[in-house]
């Protein structure tokens, strides 16, 4: 005998199993109010809109954590980034939080003239 109160057992074999899904993306995640705040307000004065800013922030925040670097810090350094390093430091950092079957990225438009194009009168 001991003092620690009796488990549970699951009824049959599928109880243990839908326990365990039903809690999978339940995973909490906890920040200070004040980083949150600091980096969706940075993100949606960018640019960003609401939804996407928050999505980066919990993504860039998770990361500042896993990497030991503070948050204020790191948006210090962001703040000196144009529009388009913007979104390339942020396609990046997103890439590295993806599935490796598919990658973020964006489509440059080539400045090459073609045959076509020279040959069409404006």
Not at 10 to 17: A, F, T, Y
Not at 39 to 46: I, W, Y
Not at 94 to 119: F, H, M, P, V, W
């Amino acid at each position: 005998m001991s003092n620690l109160p009796a488990n549970a057992m699951p009824q049959d074999s599928s109880q243990s199993v839908k326990m365990f899904f039903d809690k999978f993306f339940q995973q909490s995640i906890s920040f200070p109010s004040n980083q949150i705040d600091a980096v969706v307000g940075f993100f949606t004065s960018k640019g960003f809109d609401q939804s996407s800013a928050e999505s980066t922030s919990i993504v860039l925040l998770n990361q500042a954590r896993a990497d030991g670097v503070d948050v204020f810090v790191l948006l210090d350094s962001l703040k000196v980034l144009g529009e388009i390093e913007l979104s390339q430091v942020v396609a990046q950092v997103l890439n590295a939080y993806r599935e490796k079957t598919s990658l973020l990225g964006y489509r440059i438009q080539s400045k090459a003239d073609t045959y076509e194009t020279r040959n069409i009168l404006v």
